[in-house]
């Protein structure tokens, strides 16, 4: 967090100079961090908004533990929510519903367009399976009506629908325009739906951790610096290393 402050303080600083590159030795770079200041308190708040909202439960109650920090929301409910998770990475989209439902009906209740990603993705994995005409038949009677729910957007339903059901004409998925809706990255996109959902209706404040928005911030700040100015930066953010500015 402090580097992108500082990050964001030198490009301000540099908008007013010369045209030419500023060359900032390392020396100069790590005292002007020195002098960022932030609190020891907003940092452990955002590894335990990581930590709940990823659902690290253990990891989560240990750092509560050892440094104070309160999560927003009770510690119990994210293994729950976990699960639901899991259930919807495995494929077991059936359980995935009744789990949300065992948690709170409304859910799914107040948000049919989740519900039918849910439903599109049980029909995702009966094509899987290579139950066709179970496929054709759940289509047909569980997700075709939702269509004319008024509450939910029908061109956008019937694009998707016509999408998923599009895999069921081809024998090989690799020569198939929408084969990526079999890939695992489509499981974690509607789990993670799912998950941002469950978050919403425990009144957490933003489904999406703040920590790697914050990463992507200090990249992009980068980038912008690295047009006016050679200074120490980070390239791997796994390691949080500065590198000499190149001269």
Not at 8 to 18: D, H, P, T, V, Y
Request: negative net charge; contains cysteine.
């Amino acid at each position: 967090m402090s580097l992108f402050l500082l990050v964001i303080r030198q490009l301000a600083e540099i908008e007013s100079m010369a045209t030419s590159k500023k060359v900032i030795t390392r020396e100069e770079w790590e005292k002007k961090l020195n002098d960022v200041k932030i609190r020891k308190e907003d940092m452990n708040r955002l590894v335990m908004n990581f930590l709940v909202t990823e659902g690290y439960v253990d990891a989560a109650e240990k750092f509560r533990l050892e440094s104070g920090t309160e999560p927003d929301i009770d510690l119990a409910t994210i293994t729950d929510r976990m699960a639901v998770k899991k259930a919807v990475q495995c494929g077991n989209v059936e359980d995935a519903i009744e789990k949300v439902n065992d948690l709170n009906p409304e859910i799914l209740d107040t948000n049919p367009q989740l519900f039918f990603h849910l439903q599109q993705q049980r029909l995702i994995e009966l094509i899987r399976s290579g139950k066709v005409e179970e496929a054709l038949e759940f289509a047909q009677e569980e997700l075709a009506p939702r269509g004319e729910e008024n509450n939910f957007p029908q061109q956008s339903f019937l694009e998707e629908l016509e999408r998923t059901v599009a895999l069921l004409a081809f024998e090989d998925v690799s020569n198939c325009p929408v084969g990526e809706l079999l890939d695992i990255s489509q499981r974690l996109k509607t789990a993670s739906e799912v998950n941002a959902a469950i978050l919403t209706s425990q009144s957490h404040e933003k489904a999406d951790p703040k920590l790697p928005s914050l990463l992507k911030m200090l990249i992009w700040a980068q980038n912008q610096l690295d047009e006016k100015a050679a200074y120490p930066r980070i390239n791997d953010l796994s390691t949080a290393m500065l590198e000499d500015p190149a001269v």
